[in-house]
């Protein structure tokens, strides 16, 4: 409770941060921030030449629209988390400066992923117009699939934040784990591909289908997501979150004398 008590007195400080992080991401590119609706429309584009074309995925209302919202919703996940590692571990040194909450740099990390999908959206709902994707009322609950994967993406950020100032090799580790990680849930290819052997795996036992999931059907399927989907999501939400911040605010006071 201490530490979220100094995150709201210091809640300036962070939006600072967040400004600070978007501002500087494309400083000195000629395009700024239109890189981050170019970024996920190139990968769209190749993505969709390689698979819809060579491998033929078949999807409901056209591939093009169907990766690009996984891509921003897994974009999302894999940039906040590991930027939240990072900004501790290379900006720690403001801690050895000024006292700033240690949970300051996950939530900017978070913040700016928001802003970033956020502006993200302006692509992908022009995609659907022009593909014939339908923009329905359920468009309006998308914001809670955004909350519940940064919360998700909050707890996990902390927890590899927390083995990064420990063990330094964590960051790499990551990286490699993110990339298997990608190929292991629904992202670029439709769910109903794979063998039920392996779809069991691929569903059931893997937290980013469901969030996955619950943020393709408002903005893809034009619907409110299932309970079965949402209720497991916000419980892995929840709790990933919990535990993270626990793990990491009984830690972060060492923090200093390792980063």
């Known amino acids: 409770m201490e530490e979220l008590r100094e995150v709201i007195h210091y809640r300036n400080l962070i939006l600072q941060l ?11 590119s000629v395009l700024g921030i239109a890189w981050t609706m170019l970024n996920p429309l190139g990968m769209m584009v ?12 078949e999807t409901e209302y056209g591939y093009p629209a169907y990766v690009l919202s996984g891509l921003l919703a897994w974009n999302f996940f894999s940039q906040t988390t590991t930027a939240a590692m990072v900004n501790l571990v290379w900006g720690g ?6 006292y700033i909450p240690r949970t300051s740099f996950a939530l900017a990390a978070i913040a700016t992923g928001l802003v970033n999908l956020t502006l993200a ?10 593909t014939g994707v339908p923009i329905r009322a359920a468009i309006l609950f998308l914001p809670i ?28 580790m990551y990286g ?8 292991l849930t629904p992202v670029i290819y439709p769910v109903n591909i794979l063998p039920e052997s392996i779809r069991f795996w691929i569903t059931l036992l893997n937290p980013m289908y469901y969030f996955l999931e619950i943020y393709r059907a408002p903005i893809y399927y034009g619907r409110l997501p299932t309970l079965d989907l949402l209720i497991p999501a916000i419980i892995i939400a929840l709790v990933t979150l919990l535990v993270g911040w626990i793990v990491f605010t009984n830690k972060s006071d060492e923090f200093s004398y390792r980063i």
Request: a positive charge; charged letters at 15%; zero cysteines.
């Open 121 to 130: 959206l302006i692509p992908l709902v022009f995609i659907n117009l022009i």
């Open 46 to 57: 190749v993505l969709t030449i390689a698979f819809s074309h060579i491998f033929r995925f």
């Open 18 to 28: 967040t400004r600070r992080d978007v501002m500087t991401r494309y400083k000195r």
């Open 145 to 172: 699939p955004m909350l519940l994967i940064a919360a998700f993406a909050l707890g996990v950020g902390l927890l590899i934040s927390t083995f990064a100032v420990y063990y330094p090799d964590v960051a790499e």
């Open 176 to 183: 490699i784990a993110l990339y298997g990680w990608m190929y």
């Open 93 to 98: 040194g403001l801690l050895h400066r000024i």
